[in-house]
């Protein structure tokens, strides 16, 4: 739970980093790479990680604008970096210059569930989180090389000098 802006813009900083470093890594021909059939691809789910905070905060009363709208799948990598940079910079400046520490306290409906401003908040980091561990099995199986974010991934351990651990 956070129980100040600047509790949450620590954690947030740390995480769009991360969704930064993954979309870095995007390639255009991996973005309709998908699990199977019917399923979300690497492009759908960058859409979503995009267009998903600003959908879960208006229903607070927070106002921004969103790159574009929830039916759009961008065309390339280089949109979708560009895209979410421009949708977490909106985010920020929404809810430093909108609320205040008390505004956390607030309660809205979402989902038909009661949720305070800070659940809330909560839930945008670990949506957007829960989503990017989907992206990184799909950039896998596209072929494309994964940026650590909580440490090293496989390919990384020779970097930083270290034996891969055993799999």
Known sequence: MFHTIEEFMKEWNHESASTKKLFAALTDEALNQQVGAGRRTIGRLASHL?????????????????????????????????AYRIAEQSMREAIRTQWTDENLRDVH???????????????????????????????????????????????????????????
């Open 50 to 82: 995009i267009v998903s905070p600003h959908e879960m905060l208006t229903r607070t009363g927070l106002h921004f604008e969103a790159p574009f709208g929830y039916d759009h799948v961008p065309a390339s990598a280089a949109e979708i970096v560009e």
């Open 109 to 167: 409906d979402m989902y038909g569930e009661q949720w305070s401003n800070a659940v809330t908040l909560r839930v945008v980091i670990q949506h957007e989180v829960h989503h990017r561990a989907q992206m990184t099995v799909l950039m896998r199986q596209a072929g494309l090389k994964i940026p650590g974010m909580y440490g090293p991934v496989y390919e990384e351990w020779e970097e930083f000098g270290m034996k891969p651990p055993v799999v």
